[in-house]
């Protein structure tokens, strides 16, 4: 039996798209353990996984890109973060191997120092990414703003531009990652891309044509589609008594002062025909009330029950939420509010899945308009569907563990 130890960083959109594949490991004999969120063990325990928390050290230092003001100074203030997390993972991954003494680990992108341990091991590793690979290609445009890929030179130049930005703007938070990586023995990263080339396989948890074409994938990265697992949870009764169309507005379940898509969606929808359902997540419903006169406000309800009820999605631009909804072949407003979501709102839009409104033109007005047009778009979030059904999934994903 082989003996898995998968390591996620402290988000649940991170642990949540890889359960499906630790899953079909466990069914497949493999023995799984799954380091994540302390507050997620029986969510993992339930599905007869072993669980293991990660250090309290990592979970204590928190995202806050969210109060950065543009796209380049978001990426800049996450990876700082990831980066602060490093020693600690470090730290972390050792002593869970000495306990464990696992074949083969399976480490989240985005901790970059349980990738510099695996990497050290010299023996096969899997690294896994459930958001928009940030690798460059002719086909693609540069990463960060959201741009939609390149159709002129005009274009071209303004992505090298951007890129070289960028780059610039995380030199020397690479070049610290590269003073932990050296202790470990491990290759110097010339820039971040080169982190997706370093494991044997990349398990990258979309698909054509939610991702743009791309004419050569990388070596190492493998579209597998989205994992669409989530805790058990029991649709409410009244979600089909509804009148439609029913929408859903849905924020980060991490903090990111993302209200504002909230209070503009109860206030622009109160006098238009349909349902309005709102999840508050880190927010407190109380602060939303009187805006809409018939809303269904509550913090939490099960996305996997209740997003296939709906017409359209209105969200943040989360790749779970965003991804689960265009599963059900539903359309999605998307509001971007940090990190990687300008990215995923631009691929809903050039897929032809829904519309993406930017959080400087949310307006009662503008956003009217953009659900308007994004319930027209359901024929393009159904292709979207198809593609994600045809892309493998854990099954996929296993398959090619196992021939590592």
């Given amino acids: 039996m082989k003996n ?7 988000a649940r959109g991170h642990l949540y798209p890889m359960m499906d594949v630790a899953i079909e490991l466990r069914d497949r004999g493999y023995d799984v353990t799954v380091q994540t969120l302390s507050g997620e063990k029986k969510s993992v325990e339930s599905e007869h996984l072993r669980h293991r928390a990660i250090s309290p050290k ?3 230092l928190e995202l806050e890109d969210y109060k950065e003001s543009n796209p380049i100074s978001q990426i800049k203030s996450a990876f700082s973060s990831w980066l602060s997390r490093a020693p600690y993972e470090l730290e972390d991954l050792q002593t869970s191997i000495d306990k464990l003494e696992p074949d083969l680990l399976i480490i989240d992108v985005n901790t970059w120092g349980a990738g510099a341990f695996a990497e050290a091991q010299g023996k096969p590793w899997v690294m896994f990414m459930p958001y928009c690979l940030p690798v460059s290609s002719e086909d693609t445009p540069a ?7 390149p159709t002129s030179l005009i274009h071209r130049f303004r992505d090298r531009i951007v890129d070289r930005m960028v780059r610039r703007a ?3 938070i690479i070049a610290e990652l590269n003073e932990i990586r050296s202790q470990h023995q491990v290759t110097q990263l010339n820039s971040y891309e080169e982190i997706f080339s370093k494991p044997d396989l990349v398990l990258y948890r979309t698909a054509e044509p939610f991702d743009y074409p791309r004419r050569k994938w990388p070596e190492s990265i493998l579209p597998i589609g989205p994992g669409l697992w989530a805790p058990p949870g029991k649709k409410p009764d009244w979600i089909q008594n509804l009148s439609t169309p029913k929408i859903l507005v849905s924020i980060s379940t991490e903090l990111q002062n993302d209200g504002a898509i909230i209070e503009t969606s109860l206030r622009a929808l109160a006098d238009e025909p349909g349902t309005v359902i709102v999840t508050t997540s880190a927010l407190d419903p109380k602060e939303f009330s009187g805006l809409h006169p018939h809303a269904h406000i509550s913090r939490f309800l099960p996305h996997a029950q209740v997003i296939p009820e709906m017409d359209l999605v209105i969200t943040h631009g989360g790749m779970g939420t965003t991804q689960r909804a265009l599963s059900s072949g539903v359309p999605v407003c998307v509001i971007p509010w940090g990190r990687d979501q300008s990215e995923t709102g631009r691929r809903v839009e050039v897929s032809g899945a829904g519309t993406m409104l930017s959080k400087n033109r949310l307006k009662e007005k503008q956003l009217k308009e953009a659900v308007r047009n994004a319930l027209k778009c359901r024929s393009g979030a159904e292709k979207v569907a198809k593609a ?3 892309a493998g999934g854990a099954q996929k994903a296993v398959d090619a563990i196992a021939d590592l």
Avoid: D, M, Q
């Avoid at 898995?4 to 402290?10: A, C, E, H, R």
């Avoid at 990463?143 to 890929?149: D, N, Y």
């Fill in 4 to 10: 898995v130890l998968i390591y996620t960083s402290p």
């Fill in 170 to 172: 995380v030199r020397n």
């Fill in 388 to 390: 994600f059904k045809k």
């Fill in 58 to 60: 990592i979970e204590s």
């Fill in 143 to 149: 990463f960060g703003p959201g741009f939609a890929p």
